[in-house]
């Protein structure tokens, strides 16, 4: 049985494609991670940005806060269809629309 060997310039370029590609899923991956982590953030932590995500379907142009409780936050969005009050609820582990209001100006 004859012994094929590798030439060192062979095996040098598929070790240089095996490290590129680790380091390319290693990114992904780490970036995917950091993008969950901080949808997740929004969500829990600021719901300034969760009226947003909440509410993609609105097209929130700007947003005023009018009150703000430990578990509650109003909110005056200015969305496609003009005004609305925006009332954001804590709940366990996340902010969530507890009522929108269309108002007129």
């Not at 590609?21 to 949808?39: C, E, F």
């Not at 430990?70 to 009332?87: H, M, N, P």
Request: charged share 30%; net charge negative; aromatic share 6%.
């Amino acid at each position: 049985m004859e012994i094929q060997r590798i030439s060192r310039l062979r095996f040098l370029n598929t070790i240089t494609w095996a490290i590129v590609a680790s380091g390319i899923v290693v990114a992904v991956a780490a970036g995917l991670a950091r993008a969950t982590l901080n949808i997740n953030a929004a969500l829990i932590e600021k719901p300034d940005i969760a009226i947003y995500l909440l509410l993609p379907e609105e097209k929130i142009h700007d947003v005023d806060l009018l009150r703000e409780t430990g578990t509650q936050r109003d909110y005056l969005a200015e969305t496609k269809d003009g005004l609305k009050l925006v009332i954001l609820k804590k709940g366990e582990k996340e902010w969530y629309v507890e009522h929108m209001e269309s108002l007129r100006e």
